[in-house]
């Protein structure tokens, strides 16, 4: 079936991403606000929900010590895929028999991200032994496309379950397919052919990227962005749910169009980071997000509809250029101590991320069903949040300037050359 076992394994990571995305997906965006609000989470515990996969990355600086345990890399994945995704599947027996507590929802989110840390951290470093540099803007374009198709699926029936059957039968659906979806991850990854340590790999140290000067530009960067997203990621939907009424089908579509438009948007990308490079790439990616935050600071009852289905543009535009390029760009400042490198980036990501999520949910928690003044005119109090990581997300694309990569400007040559390169056979 396969020329050889590099292909296979390219096939088996862009399998398994389709899966593992599926069961993201169910603890993000309107299927969280869904389940949260179906255990009766309040803001700040849906901010908490929302951050611990990220937020928990930090405990990769402790993944030279978690690789003692275990005697072969695989070993390792397979045991963190499996202690983080079992525990998933038991959200769809808990609401099957009636057990809603928002502690069994946190509890179990928090097991799920307390693995999944470690499993990244594997998967990172495996994946970057893997894929050759020479393959990754091709590979990781198709493998997001790919991922692209399976968050239409998933939002396709999610949204028609939440809006045709509510209540109790829509929750089930939710949560039977974050169970498939856990249990087809674990089937994968145990096929994965996935390389030994290297020496002295079990024994990293993150005091070498620390000293990194350019690395350690990217660490700040980093880390501010993802304070930035995590301190309002949870309230665009909450909010235009809560506050606004807007339907399940109406973010189902948005979700879906934002996939859907995705998909040309990383086969333009893939072909366009070798010319431009990933850091100029994400750099117009945070551009696009940032502005798109202005539709839910203008979003009202009356405009709710049409702005979240603009939002979903500019997400796609925005967040597909960033997923591409955030990836491969830690990749080529990594040295070949990949695993320091991964555990510093995770550190920065972790602790800010947290950091941000939980000052956003204290701050939501202050400012939900308040109205706020500005010139006479009122406005939800959510809306100061996204006001807020407006100007942090600007800031994020000036510390990018910092960091030193691989970079050329982007200029347009006109519509019929651009047309020809993006279509022509890649030699």
Aim: with cysteine; charged share 15%.
């Amino acid at each position: 079936m396969f020329r050889n076992s590099y292909e296979k394994n390219k096939f088996l990571i862009t399998v398994e991403g389709m899966s593992a995305n599926m069961l993201s997906l169910g603890i993000q965006g309107f299927a969280l606000t869904a389940l949260a609000l179906y255990f009766k989470c309040e803001p700040f515990w849906i901010s908490v929900i929302t951050t611990l996969p990220l937020g928990l990355q930090l405990l990769q600086i402790f993944l030279g010590t978690y690789y003692k345990f275990f005697k072969t890399k695989k070993r390792a994945l397979l045991f963190s895929a499996a202690a983080a995704r079992i525990p998933m599947c038991l959200l769809f027996f808990i609401v099957l028999f009636d057990k809603i507590d928002y502690r069994l929802l946190v509890g179990i989110v928090f097991i799920y991200s307390f693995f999944s840390a470690f499993l990244s951290g594997i998967w990172t470093s495996s994946v970057g032994d893997i894929i050759k540099k020479e393959d990754r803007g091709k590979f990781f374009s198709k493998r997001f496309t790919l991922i692209s198709i399976s968050t239409v699926i998933f939002s396709s029936i999610v949204s028609k379950a939440l809006n045709y059957t509510p209540g109790k039968t829509s929750i089930l659906i939710l949560t039977l397919i974050i169970a498939i979806a856990a249990i087809t991850t674990l089937f994968l990854l145990y096929f994965h052919e996935i390389p030994n340590f290297k020496e002295g790999q079990a024994g990293f140290s993150i005091k070498k990227p620390l000293k990194d000067s350019n690395f350690f530009n990217f660490l700040i960067f980093i880390a501010m962005w993802n304070f930035s997203i995590e301190f309002t990621k949870p309230y665009f939907y909450y909010f235009a749910v809560v506050d606004l009424n807007a339907s399940y089908t109406i973010l189902g579509l948005s979700t879906s169009l934002t996939a859907i438009l995705s998909i040309f948007a990383f086969f333009i990308y893939g072909k366009l980071v070798e010319r431009i490079g990933y850091k100029k790439l994400l750099s117009f990616g945070i551009g696009v997000s940032s502005y798109v935050v202005i539709f839910y600071f203008l979003m009202t009852k009356e405009t709710v509809n049409s702005l979240i289905m603009l939002d979903a543009i500019g997400t796609s535009v925005g967040w597909s250029a960033i997923s591409l390029s955030l990836f491969s760009l830690l990749l080529e400042l990594s040295s070949p101590d990949r695993d320091s490198y991964t555990a510093a980036y995770s550190l920065s990501v972790g602790v800010l991320g947290l950091t941000g999520a939980f000052l956003g949910g204290y701050l939501a928690n202050f400012l939900q069903g308040k109205t706020i003044l500005i010139f006479g005119d009122s406005y939800a109090g959510l809306k100061l949040i996204f006001f807020i990581s407006l100007f942090l997300r600007f800031y994020c694309i000036l510390l990018l300037t910092k960091v030193r990569a691989y970079q050329k400007n982007l200029y347009y040559p006109g519509l019929y050359p651009s047309i020809v390169y993006l279509l022509r056979n890649r030699r």
